[in-house]
């Protein structure tokens, strides 16, 4: 740093000079004793007023004048110390409240304080009309703020304040006006909270804790009542203070329910303000239930509405079923608000039973009211009528759709005719041989099934052969088809050879 050379440069400079001193004083103690011929030389030195000369040897046997030692350089002295003075005037001194037998101040610490600092604060204070101003503080004040106490109510007070350190007092700062030692009346006010201005509901059992802050000067008088009349003190309990009033219960019961208005009063002036106050629970059942009608698969049900509602109103209803063979309730409406319901989808062949639970913002009522009589769901009969159609008109003629082969047979084995033929009404059929109804010979075996017609010739001979027709006939005709048979006698091996 360029502050340290200094020092270390003037130092450098001492040092001969002090070892010149130390060297100058060795040769002192042997002139000692020829100090007493010193005044020899001395008859030489200049007259009075005339200056040595310059360049002038000493005396012979004279020791060397001695060369005069530099003077050291000295510290510098510390600064004097400021004075002592006081701090400027405290400022901006005011009265912050008042009331019988007090008065509360406010200032700011003055603005210019000093190295001194700031030790506290005087108050004083002097009736109107004398100069007797007395400190009202015995230790001095810290705060900015100080309540004069013990004042006589009705006096006009002129009040000032001085700040203190060891410079000793400051100017002091006085209230431009005496003060009039006296509450200040302001008017009473309720300040009702906003959730209070309507309906406070609460549940029988709940705490209750109602703050209700209010104002006015002096402290106003807080009273109560309920319905107009005073509060019974076993059930409510009331806490004022200087800004608000608690009402206190512990249970809530349904007779704590009514209007509750708090008073605040001062002198000739009172507000007040009315609290509603509610207390509900669970509501009862329906008065009672029926069945009005049963019909296919519905029940209507009418009830009324219940003797208690639970201090507030009916929300709605909630009705349940019951088959009388399991007994499980199931609910089938909710939040219903009409007083009459008809039960539909029930099964066919149950029996039923219902209830009837009210609702409130509570809750559902604990019990119902049930239905005394039963609802059976009876099984109707059904009358099936088929649709009425046209009837088809189906009559036709026989009519062969497969008609009969000629055929060739070996005597004395079985053969089959066959056909088929369809007709409406049935036809009767006919077979015939040679033109001729074979009728219920047994030689031959008829079968018609499902319109297929057969003959069968059992073991036919040489005299079977011909033409065998088959006729069919009814209302609306006949029609008739042939074939020829042609037997065959057996080939005989034998006779062929001879």
Known sequence: MPSKPAPIKKAAKKEPAKKEEEKAPEPAPEPAPVAEPAPAPAVDTPAEGEAPAEGAAPAEGEAPAEAPAPEEPKAPSPPPPPPKEPTSAPVDLFV????????????????????????????????????????VNEDLQKACRYVIKNQTTGDRLLIRVVAVNEGGRSPP??????????????????????????????????????????????KPVVSWTKNGGPLDPKRVNIRSTDKDSILFIRAAERDD??????????????????????????????????????????????????????NTEITGYTIQKADKKTGDWFSVLEHYHRLNATISDLIMGNTYKFRVFSENKCGISESAAVTKEEAKISKTGIDYKPPEYK???????????????????????????????RGFPKPKVEWMKNQMIIGDDPKYRQICVQGICSLEIRKPGNFDGGVYSCRAKNDHGEAIVSCKLDVKQPVNPDAEKK
């Open 391 to 421: 009837e088809h008109d189906f009559s036709e003629a026989p009519k062969f759709t497969t008609s009969l082969s000629d055929r060739a047979t070996t005597v004395g084995y079985n053969t089959k005719l066959l056909c088929s033929v």
């Open 257 to 310: 329910s009514g209007v509750y208005e708090m008073s605040v009063k001062v002198e000739d002036f009172e507000d007040k303000a009315p609290v509603t106050l509610q207390i509900v629970e669970l509501p009862g059942p329906p008065a009672g239930v029926k069945i009005v009608d049963t019909w296919g698969f519905n029940v209507a049900l009418e009830w009324t509405p219940p003797k208690d509602n639970g």
């Open 96 to 135: 912050e409240d008042k009331n019988d037998n007090s008065v509360t101040i406010l200032w700011s610490q003055p603005e210019n304080i000093g190295p001194t600092g700031l030790d506290g604060y005087v108050i004083e204070v002097c009736k109107e009309g004398t100069q007797d101003w007395k400190a």
């Open 173 to 218: 700062v006085a209230l431009p006006e005496p003060v009039l030692v006296k509450e200040v009346a302001d008017r009473p006010k309720v300040r009702l909270p906003r959730f209070l201005r309507q309906r406070y509901v609460a549940q029988v059992g709940e705490k209750i804790n109602l703050t209700i802050p209010f104002t006015g000067k002096p």
